[in-house]
């Protein structure tokens, strides 16, 4: 299950199934606010590419750097979630806690 909560829209099946599990529920959680912030991110990036024009060929580097890092961090919180552990994320985790 803490493979599937951080697989982008994924993370809502363990929120559902594992109610009780306090741990699951942390994971998933942290797995819908990391999608919250890739698509604000994304929409950001359209935007920018939107009112700059023609520059949107020399944002793409940007863009390409941002998706990887996505992808790293949630390959980081998804081993550090299979060997028992927590991944926390800077700003993102404090959002969490909050709900």
């Not at 829209?9 to 959680?29: G, N, Q, R, S």
């Not at 081993?79 to 927590?86: I, N, P």
């Amino acid at each position: 299950m803490v493979v599937l909560a951080y697989l982008w829209v994924f993370a809502l099946v363990p929120l559902m199934v594992e109610e009780e599990d306090e741990e699951i529920k942390w994971h998933a959680k942290h797995g819908l606010v990391l999608l919250g912030a890739e698509i604000a991110l994304w929409l950001v990036m359209e935007l920018a590419v939107f009112v700059s024009g023609g520059l949107g060929c020399l944002l793409f580097p940007f863009f390409l750097m941002a998706f990887v890092a996505f992808v790293l961090v949630r390959l980081a919180c998804i081993v550090k979630g299979l060997r028992g552990g927590r991944f926390k994320l800077p700003l993102l985790s404090r959002l969490v806690d909050r709900f």
